[in-house]
């Protein structure tokens, strides 16, 4: 059933976990969908505009100054009207104009300004560097030569900003880290199609993935089916069970076929990854036995998944095959 991103996860939240988090290649092949439907579903990466939209927030899609890595304790914030904005998807840095700030994309060549002092208010002196370089190649050179580019934490220091800038354009020490997982899950794995996250008209916040696994940031709002996962305790399961049947269990046939039985009934509780077998194969079947007990062995298909499995605690509904794209997304230091 289609519904919003933010529906989708209070669904998840209620019947599974939470909206799936990506992990890695691996858990992204997981992700299965009904061979009819081709077209966008819900995962659990968003940016929420609550966290960075005029705001100077803790959560880890939130401004941060470079010098501390985190927001300033002053909360202290001067954007120009209707910025910031994450236009075109890649807008993770800041600069000011006018005494004003404006979130830009980071591989622009802007002259900058440089403090050297204590990131607490009123212990800085700033520098204004002429020469136009991205805001990493920004960072590094204030880095080396001064404490970090300029951190502004109230009225006075961006003031003082706005007087040594003037009518330039300059970074300041401000970026972010946009997207996040509903579960707060940390990972950098990304499957991100072509040009995206672009953020068309400055209204997509929530990701879906295609057909073919690849990323797209969407409008909230927009109704989709959506990727649930589910968080599993513990490794091997044995269950002991009673069996009821008019059927004839001696059949040796009967007995192989419980476990995809079982299995099957599992993917309809959303678990997947699971493998079911006999701890002890009934050889032979059990002979006249209404109501056989033999033990029954739950356990994922190798190794390598089990790992995965202790890493993400989620199980996934479906399988699939698909193709594999990636996007390197640019990471602060
Ligand atoms: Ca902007
Ligand atoms: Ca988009």
């Given at each position: 059933?289609?519904?919003?991103?933010?529906?989708?996860?209070?669904?998840?939240?209620?019947?599974?976990t939470?909206?799936?988090t990506?992990?890695?290649e691996?858990?992204m092949?997981?992700?299965?969908?009904?061979?009819?439907?081709?077209?966008?579903?819900?995962?659990?990466?968003?940016?929420?505009?609550?966290?960075?939209?005029?705001?100077?927030?803790?959560?880890?899609?939130?401004?941060?100054?470079?010098?501390?890595?985190?927001?300033?304790?002053?909360?202290?914030?001067?954007?120009?009207?209707?910025?910031?904005t994450?236009t075109?998807?890649?807008e993770?840095?800041?600069?000011?104009?006018?005494?004003?700030?404006?979130?830009?994309?980071?591989a622009?060549?802007?002259?900058?300004?440089?403090?050297?002092?204590?990131?607490?208010?009123?212990?800085?002196?700033?520098?204004?560097?002429?020469?136009?370089?991205?805001?990493?190649?920004?960072?590094?050179?204030?880095?080396?030569?001064?404490?970090?580019?300029?951190?502004?934490?109230?009225?006075?220091?961006?003031?003082?900003?706005?007087?040594?800038?003037?009518?330039?354009?300059?970074?300041?020490?401000?970026?972010?880290?946009?997207?996040?997982?509903?579960d707060?899950?940390?990972?950098?794995?990304?499957?991100?199609?072509?040009?995206?996250?672009?953020?068309?008209?400055?209204?997509?916040h929530?990701?879906?993935?295609?057909?073919?696994?690849?990323?797209?940031?969407?409008?909230?709002?927009?109704?989709?089916?959506?990727?649930?996962?589910?968080a599993?305790?513990?490794?091997?399961q044995?269950?002991?069970?009673?069996?009821?049947?008019?059927?004839?269990?001696?059949?040796?046939?009967?007995?192989?076929?419980?476990?995809?039985?079982?299995?099957?009934?599992?993917?309809?509780?959303?678990?997947?990854?699971?493998?079911?077998?006999?701890?002890?194969?009934?050889?032979?079947?059990?002979?006249?036995?209404?109501?056989a007990?033999?033990?029954?062995?739950?356990?994922?298909?190798?190794?390598?998944?089990?790992?995965?499995?202790?890493?993400?605690?989620?199980?996934?509904?479906?399988?699939?095959?698909?193709?594999?794209?990636?996007?390197e997304?640019?990471?602060?230091?």
């Open positions: 059933m289609p519904k919003t991103w933010g529906d989708a996860q209070q669904y998840c939240r209620e019947h599974y939470d909206l799936v990506v992990w890695s691996e858990v092949l997981q992700l299965t969908r009904p061979s009819t439907f081709t077209g966008n579903a819900w995962i659990g990466l968003f940016d929420d505009p609550a966290s960075w939209k005029g705001v100077m927030g803790n959560d880890s899609n939130s401004w941060r100054w470079s010098a501390t890595g985190n927001t300033s304790t002053s909360q202290y914030q001067n954007w120009a009207a209707a910025e910031p994450y075109t998807g890649s993770e840095c800041v600069r000011m104009s006018a005494g004003r700030w404006v979130d830009f994309s980071c622009t060549a802007h002259s900058f300004v440089c403090f050297t002092g204590l990131p607490e208010p009123g212990f800085k002196n700033y520098t204004f560097v002429l020469t136009k370089m991205s805001w990493d190649d920004a960072q590094s050179y204030c880095r080396e030569l001064h404490t970090d580019l300029a951190m502004i934490e109230d009225e006075t220091e961006n003031a003082a900003m706005a007087s040594i800038v003037g009518l330039s354009i300059a970074w300041i020490g401000l970026y972010r880290e946009p997207w996040r997982w509903s707060g899950s940390d990972t950098n794995f990304t499957n991100w199609m072509p040009d995206q996250p672009n953020n068309l008209q400055t209204i997509q929530c990701v879906t993935e295609a057909d073919d696994h690849g990323w797209n940031d969407l409008d909230c709002s927009m109704m989709y089916p959506f990727h649930c996962h589910r599993v305790d513990g490794k091997i044995i269950m002991s069970m009673k069996l009821q049947s008019e059927a004839d269990l001696s059949q040796p046939d009967l007995w192989s076929q419980l476990p995809e039985k079982i299995k099957e009934e599992l993917l309809r509780m959303g678990i997947s990854d699971l493998k079911v077998r006999w701890k002890n194969p009934p050889k032979g079947g059990a002979k006249g036995a209404s109501g007990e033999a033990p029954l062995k739950i356990r994922r298909k190798n190794e390598r998944e089990e790992e995965e499995r202790e890493k993400n605690k989620t199980s996934y509904r479906q399988d699939r095959e698909g193709k594999v794209r990636k996007k997304r640019k990471k602060e230091e």
